[in-house]
């Protein structure tokens, strides 16, 4: 359950673009935008490339099949995400993200400007088996123009007395006004 609230907050990247309070807006562009992501370990966020390696055939590519038709693809310690930025998602503060009620999260927006957004968030999760999950993370996002942005976050990570800490880095960069299927 970990690793799935883990991807579900690196599908959403830059982390953290969650509406919470009316943050300025970051002055980017409408449309197409691909977000690279690099985190500490090989294979898929949260889940160690050995553990990947040992789900079944069928089940691992079933995971890479709906990582692929939501625009995410991973390679060794990479993941790219693609992303539709829409006006209204500009305005909300979500400019990269999309709206996962399934978490229960609050965001806290420490500093916002057209250039700049720094947030806090803290999300808690049980799974149907009892077991609980909490994360805890920052995230930076600095437009560099409008046609590209960067930024990092740190994650803290504790699933029934387990922690794991993350530190990601991430760019992303304009392809065009058109989304096609991705949302």
Same mark, same amino acid.
């Given at each position: 359950?970990?690793?799935?609230?883990?991807?579900?907050?690196? =599908?959403?990247?830059?982390?953290?673009?969650?509406?919470?309070? !009316? *943050?300025?807006?970051?002055?980017?562009?409408?449309?197409?935008?691909? +977000?690279?992501?690099?985190?500490?370990?090989?294979?898929?966020?949260?889940?160690?490339?050995?553990?990947?390696?040992?789900? *079944?055939? %069928?089940?691992?590519?079933?995971?890479?099949?709906?990582?692929?038709? !939501?625009?995410?693809?991973?390679?060794?310690?990479?993941? +790219?995400?693609?992303?539709?930025?829409?006006?209204?998602?500009?305005?909300? &503060?979500?400019?990269?993200?999309?709206?996962?009620?399934?978490?229960?999260?609050?965001?806290?927006? =420490?500093?916002?400007?057209?250039?700049?957004?720094?947030? !806090?968030?803290?999300?808690? %999760?049980?799974?149907?088996?009892?077991?609980?999950?909490?994360?805890?993370?920052?995230?930076? =996002?600095?437009?560099?123009?409008?046609?590209?942005?960067?930024?990092?976050?740190?994650?803290?990570?504790?699933?029934?007395?387990?922690?794991?800490?993350? %530190?990601?880095?991430?760019?992303?960069?304009?392809?065009?006004?058109?989304? &096609?299927?991705?949302?």
């Amino acid at each position: 359950m970990r690793t799935k609230l883990i991807l579900c907050l690196l =599908v959403l990247f830059p982390p953290a673009l969650f509406a919470a309070d !009316k *943050p300025a807006m970051l002055n980017v562009k409408e449309g197409l935008w691909e +977000v690279t992501v690099t985190h500490p370990s090989n294979g898929m966020p949260g889940m160690p490339e050995d553990a990947l390696a040992k789900l *079944p055939p %069928d089940q691992r590519a079933r995971i890479e099949e709906m990582m692929k038709q !939501k625009g995410v693809t991973m390679s060794g310690n990479t993941t +790219v995400v693609k992303s539709c930025v829409t006006k209204e998602k500009i305005e909300k &503060g979500m400019a990269f993200a999309t709206e996962n009620k399934a978490n229960n999260c609050t965001r806290t927006i =420490v500093n916002s400007s057209s250039t700049h957004l720094e947030m !806090k968030y803290h999300c808690d %999760d049980t799974a149907k088996d009892g077991k609980k999950t909490t994360i805890d993370g920052t995230t930076t =996002v600095d437009v560099v123009n409008g046609d590209s942005t960067k930024g990092m976050s740190h994650i803290v990570s504790n699933s029934d007395g387990r922690s794991m800490n993350m %530190d990601m880095t991430f760019t992303s960069k304009y392809l065009g006004s058109a989304c &096609g299927d991705i949302k």
